[in-house]
């Protein structure tokens, strides 16, 4: 066949089930010239979709017509600096679901699987971790002896949702709508949460947790030294990406795994802290930085600081995104540990191809490209609701807004 | 078809012309299990040859029989932790030729060259530099010049060989034999050659120049900051890998970009350089560094620290070393500048497929994988000769063994 | 007599025993013009064994001939640059074979142990530690109580093999082949052996601890840290020669004492360490630094830091080898310990002069030169076998290939 | 014949000529149980010359008696931390003699020249600078020319002595006695000095200077960088010890090559020039740092720092010392050049086997140990006069002690 040429390029929107607001899916359709060869990359951003579909459908799509799919280097970074204001959130996530469809795409050339393109399988699965909730610490031991059952070996052990969201925190007079939390009792709590877990369940399980953010940098610094003796997988996201010099108080006071980047949206932010080593994971969201292409480099990068990758993989991530997670993972040498949300079973009939967990580990396919499809009529059936979330609207006691 | 297996692999040694010492190549060829599908990568070591024929035959190809060949990942760490003691010279080299064999096979197993496989091309052609010599700055000028009406627009410009090599140095009584040279001398004629050249020729050229290691640290320094004037577009290996720790010094100094790597062997070498950002070229040797699976890497982290590629284009790599040098010239984004020797009559029937050069850019070709092959019954006609080079046997004035 | 010339170097290759893949023993023997004067050196690399003859035979061998066996300073620095790419195994191990042979056959020349060639004495013998193992933390303290009563005084404590290797580490669907280990679980029965041999043993034994760059960064830290408690005399290899920049993070968390180098290769890779105070015993392996010279020089840098010796003294070190180690270790005023592996009856019968172990010290013999000697026909008859080594092929459990 | 044992040890005083203050040398005598063998060294203080005798013969004398000459390293360390207080002058200077001494004993033993036993030559002979002077540029120019056609190529050029001395600075009322001068007159007649010789002479020779100290920090700073185009081979002692700091802040502005080290007397003096690379050439005094023992080493950590070695050789240094020098210098890989002072017809005389100078190098004689000899019966017709130096006694205009 004749080199192909991109033919169009555009956003699909949809929130498989209720119609979520906080599971506003967007993938990005590359078609060829080619009859049937397109490619699919993940450029969800829930809370803000349809700023992304803008950017895909006004911006870049115009760009790309007509232009060679395979010169993936070169179109990503034409697409990255075209709006001069380069980066952050909305960009980045239109230009992820490009970038990802340009190497879904290549696969499908060829007839590879991505991770092939990647280098090949370092590994035979990829270890992933799930997230064990809980109102009190017995219900949380509970919930995670359920995964280790499951042939799990990774567990994130959260107590009343991030920073005790939904918690009964007392409110001042005339307290603004908002989801209240106590920063100092959820530090608190999780020393005590992590007490029970390793007297009950004991070591052999490789335990996670998650701050998000929800901490004062002093309180940050304190809770991950207190945290030492417990022997976690590793402290997520400790610090807002606000603070993160006080990293280096974290380091200098003891040894707890830290991982941090979910939130990153440029190099500026991670940089300080691969090459300062502070932190022992990134995790950045693959689609908020920009797609494959900067994610496989950032994982090379970090494999030259002694840095492990754990990408972010939320419910709020589409299929096509998890599966270029997975890709990545089975590639990379530095690659530490998988979140990993699962997938209902409309998601699973939206997307021909879902990655498989199988034991505690989540395979990719062996189709070509990032071997995951998408049913637009089903898709179509569940559009978007409109509004804005609901738990990122957070307040302290005192009512002061805060990082949610 | 079925997944094709490595079915055997061997070192394919030439010396293309009069059979010199200086020109022994080393191919190494991964043939599968699928007939006709395989693989080539150059190894190329030619001052200790042989022992990287011993390494390839006896070791690497009985731990990569009956292998998946599309795990390169996988393949390049278990073969280079496979000795224990890890990369450096000869095993390194070995190296290097299956892993660049099993990524030209995987470009035919994707149908694709491969440049596709590393993110596709983001220029056309690979901007190269060729060397100028002489023995007076006019000789040098007019070898220059000659280069421009060609359409180079980077010349490297050197006066009586690298550090005066062949100069009539005084020497001491008894002096052993060897290629005595005076670095305090070189150093001076430099300054002058590019006095010349600039005052002749203009600012309308790039212009580079080796300094080969041949100076002691202060005195690199000194030269390094005489020729801040001229503009070079780098100075290449001022310092030798052993006291790296002085461009520290040139740094605060001036403003000489500043190239450096040939020699380089392992990651501690590079990794303070890049870290401090204290250099502006990287220009390993690939075969030297283990191939393109960590070429591609070091790229990537280059680019992370703002440091461009220049990868070492000698006459003594193989043409299919060449050919992935430009492979991965046109697909980096920070790709400075490529080093090139050119390729004899000879070579090019040996090895068809050869990159090509067309006014000041080299072009790879467009054929699945490298897109070069080895006539081995050609190659079989030019042996190897046995036997250790003169030009490395290297003293100054006073008799003492210096850097070649 | 006349200044004696070079006649000859070969390399001798043997494998006492049953003919092991793990010792392929490699004695370079530099011949001289005055019959029977002749110098052994050690270039044992059991991993590439062929490799290293071809260099010495093939590249070395004519660049020695005819030359002065005395100014063994100028031809250590002749050979090491003359292959441009320098350092590094297969080409350190053959150098080194050499430079040991010069300098024994200078002790020859001076009727003078090597010891008194490098300052002489300046203690009676070298503290010497050996290794035990054993499954359950009960097995390793008898083997350690056994060499106590053998008059030993430092031990070095393991569980498992290094990294736990053997052991049943879950796998993952289609694992490749391969010696899978778990880093977790064997950090923390790390802690589990030391707390059991301190609780019974007590402190008046020095117990060290191999950690063969088994963990990954953060791990490393940890472990670290976590034997502060237990007073070890040193922690070994707890971090890869990849990721040395680690080090400084240990550093600041401890004051478990380090030991690090058998894997370096040259010097960028020990200089930061030793700049920075970083560890606190230098344990390179003689021959795969390039021999003496280097690591007369290497002591004396150390010296200067404030860090101690601790050559490598493994089972794959020839007799001569181990004998170099002792007469470096007796006249090095900043000597810590040495490894010491022992020698069969066979090995003892091949090399006649073997240092000697008497209490907790080993001793060099007073014989001229490195006082020791090679049955060439004995050894003949143990001819080395074919093949890779099978635990250089470690996997996690995950099946990624690791550091062995 | 039995091990020789140490039977005697003392210090011979000697002033050849006209019995100066300036040249009062000091040889240690090691006497052994071997009737005819012995060793020597220097232990030169002109300034102390009787303390230093009184250490050798009533503090060294019986820590030596009865003990095993060859034990170099451990009675080096015995001396060197005897007196509880270590290192120094006076102390330093004993304990070279003795260690020298030592030293040429082995090489007796050995049958070798002392080159020999510290690795061999490992070039032909030691280039050396020598001393010009004069009143104004012309002069010194002269002088220069003269040792030019000597075939010198190194050559130290002063005007007015070291910093002017015996120059017609104007002094204040109620003068005390002393050699007054005037830094800032001094700093200015430098640059004078090299702008005339470089127009005239040009740079086919390697010029140095020498500021012995006397400068105040800032003012050597602006001179080392107003000689930056002169291109000096290096600028000597520019700062005294008691302000190496301001190194530092030479090493910022400009690449004029740096000598310092022949005041310094302990390791804490050197550290932080060398760690800091901000010196080129390190020139101690061997006998005031301890003798060979010492600079053998100190010279092997200059090499790891890439900074070159100018052992201090001036006329009050015994031939038995210059000879020291020679020998490590054809031995150091890291050798830079030598002072030279030469010896007068008499010293000769006295001292048979002084090292010679041809061209441009110096080379050491051949024969067992150091290769020098001492005539006592003619020395002993030359005792050391009694009194103190003037030219220490030194003022700057306005009658403020300076240093010398």
Known sequence: MDQPTIRDVRAILTSPGEGSLQKRLIVVKVETSEPGLYG???????QRHSAVRVVVDEFLRPLLMGRDPQRIEDLWQTLHVNAYWRSGPVMNNALSGVDMALWDL????????VYQL??????EGA????HADGAEPEEVEANVRRFMEQGLRYIRAQMGGYGGRGSDAPRPEGALPGAYFDPERHARSVVRLFDHLRATIGEDVELLHD?????????AVRLAKALEPHRLFFLEDVLPPEQIEWFRLIRQQCTTPLAMGELFVNA???????????IDFIRCHISAIGGLTPARKLATVCEHFGIRTAWHGPGDV??????????????SLNFGVQEWAGFSELEQEMFPGCPEIRGAYAYPNDRPGLGIDV?????????????????????????TPAYP
């Open 40 to 46: 699919l990359g993940c450029a969800t951003f829930t």
């Open 106 to 113: 290549k696969g499908k050339l060829a007839g590879l699987p």
């Open 118 to 123: 990647l280098g090949g399988k370092c590994r």
């Open 127 to 130: 270890a992933v971790y799930r």
């Open 211 to 219: 701050v998000h953010e929800r901490l004062v940098p002093i309180e």
């Open 268 to 278: 500026n932010e991670w940089k300080p802290l691969l090459e300062g080593r502070l």
């Open 318 to 331: 589409s299929p096509v995104g998890h599966a270029a997670n997975v890709h990545l993972d089975v590639s």
């Open 375 to 399: 049913d637009e009529k089903l898709a179509a059936k569940y559009p978007c609701p409109e509004g804005v979330l609901d738990w990122t609207q957070t307040r302290t006691p005192d009512g």
